[in-house]
């Protein structure tokens, strides 16, 4: 079988499966979020922390638990790393330095997962199940708790109240990522992955001295690091590590967990809002862009230059020969459209093009289909400003889904937009500017560039991979990708749960013949432009100095 084609059945072979799972689960997140009972586990929660469950709230408290919880949970992983010289199975690690404690704790809480570290070499068995897995889960649970809040804001009306925070967190947490992680840890396992807190072993000689390698409970982090769209690794190698994705079934089964809670939650969506086609056109969306980039990267990777890469079946270099060309470009645009970071081979060693894919996938907000719980956030706020637009064609006031979308509602959906364009191109352009920054570049000229834009767009898009080659384990990479990651979490979050307060406050809009269907393929279409032309003006300059640069030389 042909390299070409392999991957080409593994595409197929992966939109199958999610179809088939894409109605029973994305219902079953809509019944978790809507169930007016409590597990008794989750009582027990709500006891331990202080929260009422049925208690109603505004937009302002909802964000305040969001935030207080957040920061509670830096604060815990902040003292975790800077103590683990002091815990058990450290393997004798020291205490991670504070800049690195900063830009590591931030990470895992803001869902990006961003590794300025070796793990095999840095982290003990503590940090990594205590610390980075918890973060996992409860981080996935934060996204999703918000997305679910601006939903009920399209669904409500004449009411400020948007649910419960603690109530959403925990349920997301416990009725959803735990079940699903455990079922694919256990997979994992049985595929090959390890699970053990076993310690430092010599497994025998390489170029004269010694090799080692840890055991950890690595299946069960892998399972939560792709389901919560997290993507920090227990090895520095992240998926392309055997003994986290072992073979090209695992891998399969990787993006499968990375995509299927962002894809489903339209359904989720469309059964909130009381309409599946408002869920479908959503996703309709998200699949058009994430297969046409999936296609795009797959000819950018199998083009024969060469003999080299004609024997090769395509460009190989920093692809993994257990997965191919094929699979390793299907995980690449799986992992940078949404906010995953996973990688099971190295983007730096992409064709130019196919690595310029990857950073757009990124720049497109991470919305096809997006971070649990951040992609459908994200897609409607640019379905917002898509109807602001057809509205403005046809000269009447734009609404979506019943609700009017006013002044008030634009400028809280273009900051959101704003927000993390800003923070990457003016890092990127600090970062090239000062005398120091530079230095961690591994390669001059338009990679060079690419290696910090790339960074900078993962950090501010809670993606948390890295385009390799570039240094940034240094102060200021540490502390300006920990700013970008806080900021590019947590101010779009401000403005998503504002706009979701002022829609739950409006009486819903009668339909008329004048309004956008803005559940038929007319609409999906004007959404797509919509979001590839703000993206393109927007980061089309940096990206001409950088990938496509290096792409057409």
């Known amino acids: 079988m042909s390299p070409v084609l392999a991957g080409f059945l593994q595409l197929l072979a992966l939109i199958g499966v999610l179809a088939l799972v894409y109605i029973p689960f994305g219902g079953y997140m809509a019944r978790v979020y809507t169930s007016p009972k409590h597990l008794r586990a989750e009582r027990w929660i709500y006891q331990g922390i202080g929260a009422n469950p049925d208690a109603e709230m505004t937009w ?10 957040s920061a509670v949970s830096v604060l815990f992983l902040y003292l975790l790393q800077r103590f683990q010289g002091m815990l058990p199975g450290s393997f004798g690690f020291s205490s991670v330095s504070p800049a690195q404690s900063f830009n590591t704790a931030v990470s895992f809480v803001t869902n990006t997962n961003w590794q300025s570290y070796y793990g095999e070499q840095t982290m003990g068995h503590v940090v990594q199940t205590a610390g ?48 699903v992680a455990a079922v694919a840890a256990v997979l994992l396992v049985a595929a090959g992955a390890i699970q053990n807190f076993s310690g430092i072993h010599e497994v025998g000689q390489f170029m004269g001295g010694s090799q080692q390698w840890n055991g950890g409970a690595v299946a069960s982090q892998e399972a939560i690091k792709e389901l919560g769209t997290n993507g920090g690794g227990y090895f520095n190698a992240n998926s392309a590590h055997p003994f986290e994705n072992p073979t090209a079934l695992t891998n ?52 024969h230059h060469g003999p080299a890469l004609q024997a090769a079946g395509g460009a190989m270099e920093g692809k993994e020969t257990r997965f191919g060309v094929g699979g390793s ?11 995953t970071g996973a ?19 990124m720049m497109l907000g991470e919305i096809a289909p997006g971070g649990v719980g951040s992609g459908l956030y994200g897609m409607l706020i640019m379905a917002v400003i898509a109807v602001f637009i057809a ?18 509602e634009m400028k809280l959906a273009a900051c959101y937009i704003l927000v993390t364009p800003t923070l990457v191109l003016v890092l990127t352009a600090a970062s090239m500017a000062l005398p120091t920054p ?37 102060d200021w990479f540490n502390t300006m990708t920990g700013l970008a990651m806080l900021f590019g979490r947590f101010l779009p979050m401000v403005f998503v749960l504002a706009l979701a307060g002022s829609l739950a406050g409006q009486r819903p809009v009668p339909a008329t013949t004048g309004t956008l269907r803005t559940d038929k393929p007319l609409f999906t279409g004007l959404l797509v ?25």
């Open 60 to 69: 302002p408290a909802y964000l305040r638990g969001v935030l207080a919880f």
């Open 132 to 179: 980075l897995a918890v973060q996992n889960f409860v981080s996935a649970a934060v996204g999703m708790a918000v997305a679910v809040a601006l939903v009920r804001g399209f669904a409500r009306s004449r009411t400020g109240e948007l649910g419960n925070f603690w109530a959403d967190l925990v349920r997301g947490t416990v009725r959803i990522l735990l079940p």
């Open 252 to 303: 399969l089964l990787e993006i499968f967990l990375i995509l299927v809670i962002p894809f489903c939650l339209t359904r989720t969506f469309g059964v909130l809002v009381g309409s599946v086609k408002q869920g479908y056109a959503i996703l309709a969306t998200m699949a058009t862009i994430w297969v046409g980039f999936t296609l795009l990267m797959m000819a950018a990777e199998f083009s």
């Open 438 to 474: 530079p230095h961690s570049m591994l390669n001059p000229g338009a990679h060079g560039f690419s290696e910090v834009l790339y960074a900078f767009t993962s950090a501010s898009n809670n993606n948390g991979s890295a385009f390799a080659g570039l240094n940034a384990n240094t």
């Open 529 to 553: 432009g919509a979001i590839l032309i703000v993206t393109g003006l927007t980061y089309f300059p940096a990206l001409a100095l950088g990938p496509l640069a290096e792409g057409l030389a």
């Open 329 to 339: 470009a299907i995980f690449s645009v799986a992992t940078t459209l949404t906010s």
């Open 391 to 408: 509205g403005l064609m046809v000269g009447r006031t734009p609404e979506y889904l019943g609700k009017k979308i006013g002044g008030r």
């Open 343 to 361: 990688v099971d081979s190295f983007h730096s060693s992409f064709t130019g093009l196919g690595g310029g894919i990857t950073m757009l996938g």
